[in-house]
């Protein structure tokens, strides 16, 4: 945290995660009051041990599994095909712009007849999936990054961060903003991509730090010491105990990307094709009628608050578990 | 200190030196473009061409780029096509900073003025309900979508129960303008309605962009008293008898505030170059609104400036945020 | 249990003991996790311008009574039973802010990290005053010469400047010189100085140790020093309390404990420092094993798994402690023999 | 959440509420803002939310309808159009007078009219605005988008040029030649672009000197300070607040206007625009979402329908997809779409299906060609007889915009797409940003097979539809020169527009239609839908106009 290293400030969140992994060992011996042979497992141990009483994770996790299980078995359960137009006939701008709840139809329709409730619970499914994938890809990305620049340092190391600087220079929401906008085509993919990509120099940065933490940490010391390949002190000493942090931060980053759709769909920049429901996209559509139907936008808006907020509890949870300062 | 200023300056124009090709390389790349937006249905293949021609889009990228580079060097950022046709895009974005700085200092205010008592509050009673009912308030900050919270708001607040202006940044007064900060022009001018007016209008927009502001701040303060709690000076602190009061005040918040400082600074940043929801809702005259126009029309030259402009107020908010760091920790003063 | 426990010695310093420990029990209760007693029973005396010094290896419970003694324990997740008289007053069952009062004004405390000890953000000679200002309602201003005094006397070259520096400005030694000015600047009577020198290196160990014999001595302080450094105990201690696993398993004025060490464990501890006095080429014999294999003293001697000389009766039955006219105690079924 | 929100918002409340008290007792000496209508219970302000930004307030360079909104305001042409119809009417010129051949036109002037500035409107000032506008260089030409496109070319290129010379017989009489008979002349010089302004001020203003600079162009000052002659005259543009502010005109001609002030709020946001209303900050706005007439309605609002003036259509391009060479695929497609149910369940109340493509309103709408109706057996018929079973078709729609014909493109597509999959045709469905190159793709690119666009007439005549569309088949969107009779339906049309007879050319174009739509139909025509404008209960006397050209003069606003 000294201006040593220019960009620290930024997301200091990122630097304070990475700096647990490396602290690990430390904390593990000041815990125990003696040397202990393998810290990583008394760590998740003695993490399990504190999450299992945490309220705030046990909601956080409630939340997460119902979402998931909703996200898996929806389309068995929902009432109706999320993409039939069942009610057009009753749709008048004018007298009926929104057909609302009827025998069949809890929640009523969307603006073209479509049973709403069905379009909520399926829904449930393309919101997981552009959650996951915008992590898994903002990870991949991040990974690459991070582990060229904390595994080598050197040039490679100051060639990798100016980049994520630059990244890091344009405000989050508008860099998605401008990749989506590039999309010729959008999709799902492109909502997805443009998304995942802001998540890119975040996890990169994360990794590089922890790694760089450890890179004098006895245990690569040692192992450099007995000639371990480069290789193999990466990918079997640093990365694994650079993980914590990225899971906590995988975590938090599995609201915000689902957020962030939402802002995208907000903004036009969805994904124009709405067979397929996404809660984001749903409250995006749902602008022109937030007046008088204002229900079109409050079920999904409430669906994505609920689900970002498990994965954020989780998240929160998670880190201060892993994270070694908080346990006195 | 010297050093590492310089050091900071140069990263920072490489950065933006870097970002203005990619951002250059980006506009170009987007579909569409100015002339389709300008000619609209009305578009013939010969007014396009025109218009192209006398656009200077038909030479080669990087001439374009060098005119460009050349022209911002001397202060020229390009004409608006769309969002104020003709206008200076640089003045463009001068008159509508202030709006954007008014916005994101209220919200600001609300943010710290609670995220650091109630983070303070949250770390003394680390585990406590109470603790763990602020946190998840906090993070439901989070999780709810800033353009749903803003709507939310305006809906509640200003259609339902005329408490506040909808949207906009002042009735229509015929205040007289000088430094386009408009509740700061009030009070100058004397014109005291119009600042009660601006008042008005910031409180929802403030309120719906504070809100992660505050979660972040909230948690950071939380985060670094619980870890200043434990710090052995703390127990020396005490071991010295000292006064509740000043253990807190002296020992406890002075070291904890370090990060929270940094995490407001950072915050600032982000909310400066990133209110485009929240100013969007609320037809709010700043920066974030202009972006939007801007993109909707490809207005080139507005895009350029502003997204530069963007990420330029960020980085130097860094350099300021870590200048500001050294000052209050003596450790990096005197390095 | 008190009853037994009068400490032998008497005879020699004939007045009042200033601070006696009584059945001192701490007992973590943290929640998620069984609770663990860390001090178990541990009573002792100290008497005006005497120094105790409490030893044992990390995690024996020796830094825990320390901070039960001050009231420094965390406000919660701990059950502290027993008595800590200090001049007629039982300093666990005193109320909080009577408790600040004394806390650097009778009872002063130097910690083990002088660096994460300072408060980095003050500069010392603030650090210093702050004391001064909350027991002697001084000034700050009236307090700033006092401070420099202080500095001065516990050997900080050039006060003057070093009142406006920041911790990380000074030298380890030089830090743990600062905090001990702070500890004694309102000539408390009693001093706990917890592991003072382990943080340093061997040389400036000296100079601090030196230090402090001498302020102790020219001020009639009393000291408990608390140490898993034997060598430290025998420039400095009168009595000596031996802790193994949250137990004092033996005590015994110094050169005595010296001399004849009979319990395995003190003999392991002294086996395991360097004597200059030692045959040259004797090996150091390490005490095996760590805290972590320990028994419960419930039904058995916690240190019988390391034990150079178990018998049986050590694993069954829980060893007392016992007291000889002598002025020494032990816990031990099978004391090693006394060499004289 | 409510304990976070609360505290700051009951302070800031507090402070704004004391302010204003304050502040309010101070206004109150200072005599208020404006304040000179006679009547008590009537507002001397009336506020209108716009929907963008006014580009400029010199008419020939603006090129959409926001600018023009407020250009009309402040300027008035030669002709005028008569308030709640598409026909023309005189106003500058009392009237006028074609040469036998049409190729000259005399205009008799209104006399004893000032400009704004007080300088005085005569036959010089009419030719000296025409001459202006003809004698556009460099990047002025590029600006003067109308003129271009309704006249063709500049001074510099006079043989395409429709403009040829203006003449002051004297002070009130102004004569015009014209290169070619066409419908379109003299109702162009109704247009907002083709205003008449104050010669001095445009002297003055340095008006033609119009910079390319960077991507845009830079206007002279008077694009900022315009003079014409209008009820109303421009007071201030405070652009830190989004506010263009107009204030009565005292030289006008006419009635002085019946609200002293006219405020344009620019609330590029539909819903918010709705919300201001509601609230009572703005006293209408302009095409409001259909879905909400409704609710506007039942608030107490007035809707004011205007008559449809547009035509929504499926664009095809033959070139592109060979299949629909053949009229029977082209045909299959108008039976296959169920326009009849879009229209009812997705546009506002008074939208029509369209038989044509132009609509009821424009001379030469013929009423006896019936539009295709749903029939999906048909379709399908028709494409086995084509051999084209199973075609697939690339059909795209835009993003990011609405308009006027097509208030959300995306659902429209979609109730289509789900018609033509029925029938068996597959169906590739593409999508683009409205300014993110969807236009250059149905145009320049010529990237769809079919496509969702429309048009909204510029003034009442055949020609602006039909010759918009399907003249100079090279270079139409629709690709005719692919198509045997695409060279022939150009040159019918340009032949029924030169008609100078009114009746003659009606009839004309009533059968041009009806071979269009039943013999050609190079594409398939869907809908004419009305756009509106709301204002509140308390505005009196808006008159809705088909062209979207309302002046606010004849407004009244109740207190």
């Known amino acids: 945290m000294t201006p040593a290293n220019p960009m620290t400030r930024r997301k200091d969140r990122i630097d304070d995660l990475a700096a647990t992994a490396g602290s690990d060992r430390a904390a593990a011996v000041r815990e125990a009051g003696s040397v202990d042979e393998k810290p990583g497992v008394s760590l998740i141990a003695s993490a399990w041990q504190r999450l299992r009483r945490s309220p705030v994770f046990l909601i956080g996790a409630a939340i997460t599994l119902v979402f998931v299980v909703l996200a898996l078995v929806s389309p068995l359960i929902a009432p109706h095909d999320p993409a039939a137009n069942l009610l057009l006939d009753q749709v008048r701008p004018q007298s009926n712009p929104i057909p609302g709840p009827q025998p069949g139809y809890p929640l009523g329709a969307d603006d073209v007849g479509r049973d709403l409730l069905s379009r909520l619970l399926v829904g449930s499914q393309q919101t997981l999936i552009v959650g996951v994938f915008a992590t898994i890809f903002g990870l991949t990305g991040g990974m690459t990054l991070g582990i060229l620049a904390g595994a080598f340092g050197g040039w490679v190391d100051s060639l990798v961060m100016r980049i994520v600087d630059v990244l890091l220079s344009i405000p989050s929401l508008l860099l998605a903003f401008s990749i989506a906008a590039l999309a010729t085509r959008p999709s799902q993919l492109t909502v997805i991509i443009a998304v995942a990509a802001v998540q890119v120099p975040i996890f990169a940065r994360l990794l590089r730090g922890s790694m760089l933490a450890q890179r004098h940490s006895d245990h690569v010391l040692a192992a450099r010491a007995l000639g371990v390949t480069e290789r193999a002190v990466v990918f079997r000493h640093m990365l694994p105990n650079s993980l914590g942090p990225v899971i906590v931060q995988s975590t938090l980053v599995l609201a915000v990307s689902i957020i962030d759709a939402a802002a995208l769909s907000f903004l036009g920049l969805g994904n124009p094709n709405d067979r397929q429901p996404e809660w984001g996209q749903m409250l995006g559509r749902a602008q022109p009628f937030i007046y008088d139907n204002p229900h079109l936008a409050v079920y999904p808006a409430l669906c994505i608050i609920v689900v970002a907020l498990g994965f954020t509890l989780m998240g929160e949870s998670l880190r201060e578990a892993l994270d070694p300062k908080t346990r006195r | ?335 | 249990m008190t009853a037994t426990a009068t400490t032998p010695g008497s005879s020699r310093h004939g007045d009042e003991p200033l601070l006696s420990v009584r059945d001192l029990r701490v007992t973590f209760t943290r929640q998620g996790e069984d609770p663990f007693t860390a001090v178990d029973g541990v009573s002792f005396d100290v008497r005006p311008g005497q120094t105790v010094g409490l030893v044992g290896e990390s995690g024996c419970g020796k830094s825990v009574t320390s901070l039960a003694i001050m009231g420094l324990l965390p406000a919660r997740g701990n059950r502290v039973e027993g008595t800590a008289t200090f001049e007629g007053t039982d300093l666990l069952t005193l109320a909080k802010d009577k408790m600040r009062d004394r806390r650097g004004r009778d009872i002063a405390m130097i910690f083990q990290d002088p660096l994460s000890s300072l408060n980095p953000v003050v500069p010392i000679g603030r650090q210093v005053t702050e004391v001064l200002e909350r027991h002697k309602s001084m000034s700050r201003k009236a307090a700033t010469p006092v401070a420099r005094e202080l500095l001065d006397r516990v050997g900080i070259p050039d006060p003057d400047r070093r009142l406006t520096d920041y911790p990380h400005q000074l030298s380890g030694g030089m830090r743990q010189r600062a905090l001990i000015a702070m500890a004694l600047a309102c000539e408390p009577r009693l001093l706990i100085a917890d592991e003072p020198t382990t943080a340093l290196d061997v040389t400036i160990q000296a100079q601090i140790l030196g230090l402090l014999k001498e302020l102790v001595t020219e001020s009639g302080t009393a000291l408990v020093m608390i140490t898993h450094d034997l060598g430290v105990v025998a420039g400095l201690c009168d009595e000596v309390n031996v802790l193994y696993g949250g137990r004092i398993v033996e005590r015994g004025r110094r050169h005595e404990l010296f001399a004849s060490p009979r319990h395995p464990y003190t003999t392991g501890l002294l086996a395991s420092i360097p004597r200059l006095d030692g045959a040259r080429g004797a090996p150091l014999t390490p005490i095996p094993g760590s805290v972590a294999d320990n028994l419960p003293w419930e039904h058995a001697c916690a240190f019988a798994p390391r034990c150079s000389q178990p018998v049986d009766r050590c694993t069954e039955q829980s060893p007392e402690l016992e007291h000889d006219d002598g002025g020494r105690a032990l816990r031990c079924f099978n004391p090693v023999e006394a060499t004289s | 959440m409510t304990l976070k929100r609360t505290a700051p918002l009951v302070l800031l409340t507090a402070a704004a509420l004391s302010m204003t008290a304050c502040a309010e007792s101070q206004r109150d000496d200072s005599g208020g803002s404006g304040g000179g209508s006679a009547d008590s219970n009537v507002k001397d302000t009336f506020t209108f939310g716009a929907a963008g930004a006014p580009e400029l307030f010199d008419p020939l360079y603006a090129t959409d309808g926001e600018t023009f909104r407020v250009t009309r305001q402040i300027h008035s042409g030669l002709l005028g159009i008569k308030p709640g119809t598409a026909d023309i009417q005189p106003e500058l010129a009392e009237s006028w007078e074609p040469s036998d051949d049409g190729l000259s036109w005399t205009f008799n002037l209104r006399q004893g009219v000032k400009f704004s500035d007080g300088t005085d409107f005569n036959a010089e000032a009419v030719c000296y605005n025409l001459d202006r506008m003809y004698n556009q260089k460099g990047a002025g030409q590029t600006a003067a988008e109308y003129w271009t496109y309704f006249f063709g070319t500049f001074s510099d290129d006079p043989e395409n040029s429709l403009y040829k010379s203006c003449e002051a017989k004297d002070a009130n009489t102004a004569v015009v030649d014209i290169t070619r008979t066409t419908s379109s002349f003299p109702t162009i010089l109704s247009l907002a672009s083709f205003a008449i302004q104050s010669p001095k001020a445009l002297e003055e203003g340095d008006a033609n000197n119009v910079k390319a600079q960077g991507e845009g162009f830079t206007y002279p000052d008077y694009s900022m300070n315009p003079v014409g002659v209008g009820p109303y005259k421009l007071a201030s543009y405070d652009e830190a607040n989004k506010t263009v502010n107009l204030v009565a005109n005292e030289n006008w001609y006419g009635e002085a206007p019946k609200t002293k002030n006219l405020v344009f709020k620019i609330i590029p946001d539909e819903s918010t625009r709705r919300q201001e209303l509601q609230a009572g900050s703005i006293d209408g706005y302009d095409l409001p979402n259909p879905v909400d007439w409704k609710g506007l309605k039942d608030a107490g609002n007035n809707v004011e329908i205007r008559d449809a003036f547009n035509v929504l259509y499926i664009g095809l391009n033959p070139e592109r997809n060979p299949k629909l060479k053949d009229l029977k695929v082209r045909q299959a497609i108008a039976y296959a779409t169920n326009r009849d149910q879009m229209v009812k369940t997705q546009l506002p109340e008074g939208a029509a299906v369209a038989s044509q493509f132009i609509p009821p309103a424009v001379s030469g709408y013929n009423e006896s060609i019936q539009p295709y109706a749903y029939d999906p057996e048909k379709a399908k018929q028709l494409l086995q007889e084509a051999g084209a079973e199973g075609m697939t078709l690339k059909f795209a729609f835009p993003t990011e915009v609405s308009r006027p014909y097509m208030p959300d493109p995306q659902k429209i597509h979609a109730a289509f797409t789900k018609d033509l999959q029925a029938v068996g045709i597959k169906v590739q469905e593409v999508s683009k940003p409205w300014n993110g190159g969807y236009l250059d793709d149905v145009s320049a690119n010529g990237a769809y097979d079919a496509w969702l666009l429309g048009w909204t007439g510029d003034y009442n005549a055949a020609d602006n539809f039909l010759g918009t569309f399907f003249s100079s088949p090279k270079t139409n969107d629709f690709h005719t020169n692919v198509l045997p009779w695409g060279q022939q339906l150009s040159d019918d049309l340009k032949k029924a527009d030169a008609i100078v007879d009114e009746d003659e050319r009606a009839t004309a174009y009533q059968d041009l239609n009806q071979q269009i739509v039943e013999k050609y139909l190079p594409a398939i025509p869907v809908s004419h839908s009305p756009p509106a404008l709301v204002v509140s209960d308390k505005v009196e006397g808006l008159v809705p106009s088909p062209l979207t050209a309302e002046t606010f003069d004849t407004v009244t606003v109740q207190k």
Not at chain 2, 66 to 74: D, P
Not at chain 2, 188 to 193: F, G, N, W, Y
Not at chain 2, 247 to 261: D, F, I, S
């Open chain 2, 1 to 335: 200190m010297a050093r590492f200023l310089i050091r900071r300056l140069l990263q920072m124009v490489l950065v933006v030196f870097v970002l203005s090709v990619m951002l250059f390389l980006w506009l170009r790349a987007l579909p569409g473009g100015t002339v389709s937006a300008i000619l609209g249905e009305r578009a013939t293949p010969e007014t396009r061409a025109a218009l192209t021609k006398a656009l200077g889009l038909d030479e080669p990228i990087w001439v374009q780029y060098g005119k460009f580079l050349w022209r911002a060097l001397h202060g020229d950022f390009g004409t608006s096509t769309r969002v104020l046709p003709g206008a200076d895009a640089l003045d463009i974005f001068l008159t509508r900073l202030p709006a954007t700085i008014e916005l994101s200092a209220f919200a600001l205010v609300f943010a710290v003025a609670l995220g650091i008592p109630l983070g303070y509050v949250a770390a003394r009673r680390a585990n406590s309900p109470v603790d763990s009912g602020l946190v998840i308030l906090s993070l439901v900050g989070v999780a709810v979508p800033v353009f749903f919270l803003a709507f939310f708001l305006k809906y509640q607040f200003a259609v339902d129960h005329n408490w506040f202006p909808v949207s906009g940044r002042q009735d229509n007064l015929s205040c007289t303008r000088i430094t386009n900060f408009f509740v700061l022009d009030g009070l100058l001018t004397r014109e005291l309605d119009c600042s009660a007016s601006a008042l008005k209008h910031l409180v929802l927009p403030s309120i719906a962009l504070g809100t992660i502001p505050f979660a972040v701040i909230f948690r950071i303060t939380r985060a670094s008293v619980l870890d200043v709690l434990g710090e052995d000076y703390v127990r020396t602190a005490e071991s010295k008898g000292l006064t509740a009061r000043v253990v807190r005040g002296r020992h406890v918040l002075r070291n904890a505030m370090l990060p929270v400082v940094t995490t407001i600074g950072l915050q600032t940043g982000l909310l400066l170059a990133g209110a485009v929801l929240t100013e969007k809702v609320f037809n709010w005259g700043g920066i974030g609104n202009a972006l939007a126009d801007a993109f909707q029309y490809r207005d080139y030259s507005v895009l350029q400036i502003l997204i530069l402009a963007a990420a330029l107020i960020y980085v130097v908010i860094n350099l300021l945020v870590d200048i500001s760091y050294a000052i209050i920790d003596p450790r990096v003063r005197t390095r």
